[in-house]
């Protein structure tokens, strides 16, 4: 078990709603054998304001969307099998951060599914989006200011 203190996003009402959530990812990621994966959700669901620094400060509500940043070798090796072209609009410190077309791979169709379901579940229906980083690795200061870590190995681990 992680030594990092856990936090709920805001986005969660609750704590078993949040658990069923974290469940339901594992289950997902464990089906295509993806046991790297590190996955944070970033934005105002985690502080309880805007954090882009391009958009004005505005408090959280039920319908901000929930956004999810993937970070995992194995996913990255199923971007590159379907080809998936680099994200040119979102950059940090010069390097790209994302790949465009997720849904384009297996795991991608069903982070999609699992998106739209959550979309009906959670207060406000917000939009959840989720994004495959280029990095392998959760970034050790960054775009993802305030970011929580909602599936880790050490966190969440898959079943043996």
């Not at 054998?33 to 620094?53: A, F, L």
């Not at 998106?115 to 280029?134: I, N, Q, Y």
Request: glycine letters at 6%; aromatic letters at 10%.
């Amino acid at each position: 078990m992680s030594t990092m203190a856990e936090r709920r996003p805001l986005s969660f009402p609750d704590w078993e709603t949040y658990r069923r959530f974290q469940g339901h990812l594992r289950v997902c990621f464990h089906s295509e054998g993806i046991d790297d994966v590190v996955v944070q959700q970033i934005g105002s669901p985690c502080v309880g304001w805007e954090v882009d620094p391009d958009k004005p400060m505005t408090a959280w509500s039920e319908d901000t969307p929930v956004e999810l940043a993937i970070f995992s070798a194995q996913a990255l090796v199923q971007a590159m099998a379907a080809n998936l072209s680099v994200d040119r609009s979102l950059t940090w410190q010069g390097k790209y951060v994302r790949l465009l077309g997720l849904t384009e791979t297996s795991i991608g169709r069903k982070l999609a599914a699992l998106a739209a379901h959550w979309t009906t579940v959670l207060p406000g229906h917000p939009e959840v989006r989720f994004m495959l980083c280029l990095a392998a690795e959760p970034f050790a200061e960054g775009p993802f200011w305030g970011a929580i870590v909602v599936l880790a190995p050490d966190i969440f681990p898959a079943p043996s």
